[in-house]
């Protein structure tokens, strides 16, 4: 007996282009499966749906390859960073604190 599917979403999204397909899989496939399977990178050449991180509704997937989606969830492709926020947040403090000390020498 075959298995039913399920209908999920993939969406991915760049600065000035985004895509969302929507598609029927088997049940029992995971966050990864459902990525790749999308055929998203045939719209986003270059597109590394292997390593890049994904999520489900705004959640980050810590173990893609086996998280088991539900039907009527979303899989979001993340772009990798660019910078750690953490140490931007060090960078804008740092920055804040020097003109505070040179706003007050004058």
Do not use: W
Not at 37 to 44: K, P
Not at 53 to 58: C, K
Not at 63 to 83: F, N, Q, S, T, W
Not at 89 to 104: G, P, V, Y
């Amino acid at each position: 007996m075959d298995k039913p599917n399920i209908v999920v979403e993939v969406a991915y999204a760049l600065a000035d282009k985004q895509k969302l397909l929507r598609l029927s899989l088997p049940c029992g496939t995971t966050v990864r499966q459902a990525a790749v399977q999308s055929g998203m990178q045939v719209h986003f050449p270059g597109l590394d749906l292997q390593n890049n991180p994904l999520g489900i509704f705004g959640k980050a997937v810590s173990k893609p390859d086996e998280r088991v989606l539900e039907d009527g969830e979303r899989v979001e492709i993340y772009r990798p960073l660019l910078a750690d926020p953490k140490e931007v947040r060090k960078q804008r403090a740092a920055k804040a604190a020097l003109a505070k000390a040179e706003a007050a020498e004058e």
